[in-house]
């Protein structure tokens, strides 16, 4: 585990691992109720497309910021993004920390025929077993948060019930991690989740080190159509966007404007 004492990052872990600890449903009935599922949509395949993909993401608040849109609708929100040509969906659905709740998520991919990812702390088997009960099609795993015997598990279980995983890593050292769990779809997060500072040249730098077929997202810290072109010219597939587009007069041109010309 790689979680420091007294971070941001150990304090919200803590927090869901407490809750993990305390939830006693059986693992064997909720995977039996999530093997019944619609099958979920192909994430990582939209994300694949030619261009700039965008991950546009329903947020209500951030920790660091407070409320960004507390009162937004989440299939109003959705089918803007959709109208912007939004590749995908993420949707926060941690409530003590952003807000969110798996109502939020249900209530946007209803409204859209877009892969949703389910953007939380993924801690336990439940919480990967719970994404696919609510309708997401991408789980996000961190590195930094889990132990390499809990991503790999994580990791094999989503890939068992037909979702995709988002493995999202910080250094070099953490991407050679997600590379030997067979990670094909990694984030490169510029956001410090010890300090809660974004360096915005991170993704830029550690483009290179992403290996040939695994589709490469740069998420936090893209403030606008300028952003989005450097990391495209990087060699991304892909950029996680959320405070940008949800503070937006109009989150569908939002999204238009990071996809430049198509």
Do not use: W
């Not at 700039?52 to 608040?61: C, G, P, W, Y």
């Not at 719970?130 to 989503?158: C, K, N, Q, Y």
Request: glycine share 8%.
């Amino acid at each position: 585990m790689s979680v420091g004492d007294g971070t941001y990052l150990d304090r919200i872990i803590v927090e869901h691992r407490n809750r993990a600890a305390s939830d006693r449903r059986p693992l064997e009935g909720l995977l039996e109720e999530a093997v019944k599922c619609q099958a979920p949509r192909q994430f990582s395949q939209a994300l694949r497309e030619p261009g700039l993909s965008v991950i546009a993401e329903v947020k209500r608040r951030s920790p660091s910021k407070g409320d960004l849109f507390a009162n937004l609708d989440p299939a109003l929100l959705a089918e803007q993004y959709m109208r912007g040509g939004a590749a995908c969906l993420s949707v926060l659905t941690d409530g003590p920390n952003f807000g969110g709740s798996s109502q939020d998520l249900e209530e946007a991919r209803s409204a859209v025929d877009l892969p949703v990812l389910r953007k939380d702390f993924t801690v336990h088997e439940r919480d990967v077993l719970d994404a696919r009960l609510m309708g997401a099609d991408a789980v996000l795993l961190i590195v930094a948060a889990l132990s390499p015997d809990e991503l790999a598990t994580f990791f094999e279980l989503a890939r068992g019930l037909g979702m995709d995983s988002l493995v999202e890593v910080h250094d070099e050292s953490e991407l050679d991690t997600a590379v030997q769990v067979g990670a094909d779809l990694i984030g490169i997060n510029q956001r410090d989740l010890f300090t809660f500072e974004v360096d915005h040249e991170r993704a830029v730098r550690m483009a290179k080190l992403i290996p040939d077929g695994v589709v490469g997202v740069a998420e936090s810290g893209v403030r606008g159509p300028e952003d989005a072109m450097a990391l495209s010219e990087a060699g991304y597939s892909a950029i996680l966007v959320g405070e940008t587009l949800v503070v937006s007069d109009d989150p569908g041109m939002a999204v238009a404007a990071l996809r430049g010309p198509v």
